[in-house]
């Protein structure tokens, strides 16, 4: 008798005991994921989840969270995979599971197999509008338009704040080269919310290509201020710099590119910046990056030809103007001397 009366007395506090030392773990899981600390996020999740009851709603949310961190620090897809088919164990219905299995197969840009996981979260959940935009997401990258584009419109109606599906709609009217409807796009996604950083950078491209320069200007600067080490804000608003002929600021943002992100599109960029003020010799360094990260790059190619011929002859002046200097002798009335490349043409 004493023995069932200390499990009635003990029992549901050893039980609120292990649930509170849950949610601190879990906490903590969440404090280290906002400071980027993957180690210890990962060391409080598997203690949250040793603590939680087996095929309980606790076991579900966090085996789901287990598995976005592994795929949100790209330790591992196939454990992000495997705990979130664990999930599905739990809860055969399990809505971020099957849009989980989707992002896995869609990072592995195997479509069709990311849009059937996404359908399936749609069957089971026919009124959640990320199950529309996920699977519209997938035809998208599968080049069919239209059928994104009906899917994204159903999206807003489940959700018309959804900015997501605003700004992907926007790239198909930009891919349709209907830039009006496009720009409309991204702004209706600003509207709702200021600080989407994408639909900022996106819209300041199109009136970048419209020659609204002004307006591209306002836009590339909050994409900057909302995610200052993007490369490719940087290298649009070089472009539009360059437009205006303030070629300095343009460089400027291109090294920026370059600090962010090596890429040849970026070098070329910067070397033809560098021919229009005739540093002739950076320019030739930069196409030759270009050409390293790309060979078929076909603006480098065309002009890494003279820059090379040009280096040489640079390299071969600067070589005599180091040589020993020798005074000049005066034979049978003329100066003796070896002529100076310094002429040569």
Do not use: C
């Not at 949610?23 to 980027?36: A, K």
């Not at 109606?157 to 198909?172: C, E, M, R, T, Y």
């Not at 040589?323 to 003796?336: A, S």
């Amino acid at each position: 008798m004493k023995f069932l009366v200390f499990f009635l007395v003990f029992g549901p506090t050893l039980w609120s005991l292990n649930q509170r030392d849950l949610l601190i773990y879990e906490n903590q899981t969440t404090h280290f994921l906002r400071q980027n600390d993957w180690r210890k996020s990962f060391h409080s999740l598997f203690s949250a989840l040793h603590e939680a009851e087996k095929n309980s709603e606790d076991e579900l949310r966090l085996t789901i969270k287990l598995a976005h961190l592994y795929f949100h620090f790209g330790k591992s897809l196939g454990d992000a995979e495997g705990y979130y088919k664990k999930a599905l164990q739990i809860d055969p219905y399990s809505l971020s599971a099957y849009l989980g299995l989707g992002d896995v197969y869609f990072k592995r840009k195997q479509y069709r197999q990311a849009i059937h996981f996404y359908e399936m979260a749609l069957k089971y959940h026919k009124d959640n509008y990320l199950a529309y935009s996920s699977v519209a997401m997938g035809f998208y990258e599968l080049a069919e338009g239209e059928r994104a584009s009906h899917l994204y419109k159903i999206a807003l109606q489940k959700n018309p704040k959804d900015i997501v599906s605003l700004n992907n709609l926007g790239n198909i009217a930009l891919d349709a080269q209907n830039l009006d409807l496009a720009a409309d796009y991204y702004e209706q996604a600003i509207k709702i919310n200021p600080d989407f950083q994408a639909a900022h950078a996106n819209v300041a491209n199109i009136y970048l290509y419209q020659k609204r320069y002004n307006e591209a200007k306002k836009h590339f600067k909050r994409a900057l201020e909302l995610r200052y080490e993007d490369p490719s804000v940087h290298s649009n608003l070089a472009n539009l710099y360059y437009e205006k002929r303030l070629i300095e600021r343009a460089k400027f943002h291109l090294r920026k590119a370059l600090y962010y992100e090596d890429h040849p599109v970026y070098h070329n960029n910067l070397a033809v910046m560098e021919k229009f003020t005739r540093e002739y010799k950076t320019a030739g360094a930069e196409y030759s990056k270009t050409l390293k990260r790309n060979s078929n790059y076909s603006n480098a190619r065309h002009n890494s030809g003279f820059f090379k011929n040009r280096s040489m002859r640079v390299r071969e002046t600067l070589n005599d103007a180091q040589k020993k200097i020798t005074p000049k002798r005066l034979i049978r009335g003329n100066w003796r001397h070896r002529k100076s490349r310094f002429l040569e043409k």
